[in-house]
């Protein structure tokens, strides 16, 4: 099972609630993204992690959003006081980027999270 | 900064007809790589085609062709003889050399009727 795997599938929480959602990716992928996707609609950029490099927060919608990546495995994603807008979809994804080599390597996206808030 | 311009939001065609979807986009990087996904119902993306910015040949996968043209900065996305299989959301992406993260357009809904 070499994909990018998600968990869980599926969250309802109420509002108000903080949840934690896991991207485990592809072994060896440097590169790890999250995206959201509300119904219907394109993916929207939350989060880049690069090696060791600093994370690209520049997506977050606010500060209620956090993520984390230990080395060049396990992300979370953590929404606090969770919102009925933040239901969608969250997708990770990862991918092999070294700057100066195998820079072009495609995005490998795991089935996402789907996120309801009641 | 990078952009991904996908101006047709949705496109119905019959089967069996040729349909294009367009991509534009946007960079100031020399290098870069620019991306199509598909997304069918079911939800997961799909990765259908790379191209590198210093590769400008047209390529042609079965049913499926892509137009890279440098000059108007496009990556069209041909299928030709359109089938039911074929609906989905098609996601044009770019990776500029300099920005090392992956911009989206917000894709095409691709409707093919029987």
């Not at chain 1, 790890?32 to 989060?47: A, D, P, S, V």
């Not at chain 2, 199509?36 to 119902?41: E, L, M, T, V």
Request: glycine share 8%; hydrophobic share 30%.
């Amino acid at each position: 099972g070499a994909g990018v795997s998600q968990s869980p599938s599926n969250k309802v929480t109420e509002k108000g609630k903080d949840v934690e959602l896991r991207c485990d990716p592809i072994s060896g992928h440097t590169a790890l993204y999250w995206y959201r996707q509300r119904l219907g609609q394109g993916l929207e950029f939350l989060i880049y992690f690069q090696g060791n490099s600093a994370p690209d927060k520049s997506g977050l919608p606010s500060d209620r959003f956090s993520a984390e990546r230990t080395g060049e495995s396990v992300s979370t994603l953590t929404i606090q006081r969770t919102q009925q807008e933040d239901s969608a979809v969250y997708l990770c994804a990862s991918s092999l980027h070294r700057k100066g080599a195998d820079y072009n390597s495609p995005l490998h996206f795991g089935n996402g999270t789907r996120l309801t808030v009641t | 900064a990078q952009k991904v311009t996908q101006a047709q939001t949705e496109i119905s065609v019959v089967e069996k007809e040729d349909v294009t979807l367009d991509c534009v986009y946007e960079t100031r990087d020399t290098t870069y790589y620019l991306f199509w996904y598909k997304q069918p119902p079911s939800g997961e993306l799909v990765f259908l085609i790379r191209r590198n910015s210093f590769d400008e040949q047209n390529e042609i996968s079965g049913r499926y062709s892509w137009n890279f043209q440098k000059s108007t900065s496009s990556f069209n996305f041909t299928i030709t003889a359109s089938q039911v299989v074929d609906s989905a959301v098609y996601f044009c992406a770019l990776l500029s050399g300099g920005y090392q993260k992956v911009t989206f357009g917000t894709g095409t809904k691709l409707q093919v009727i029987p």
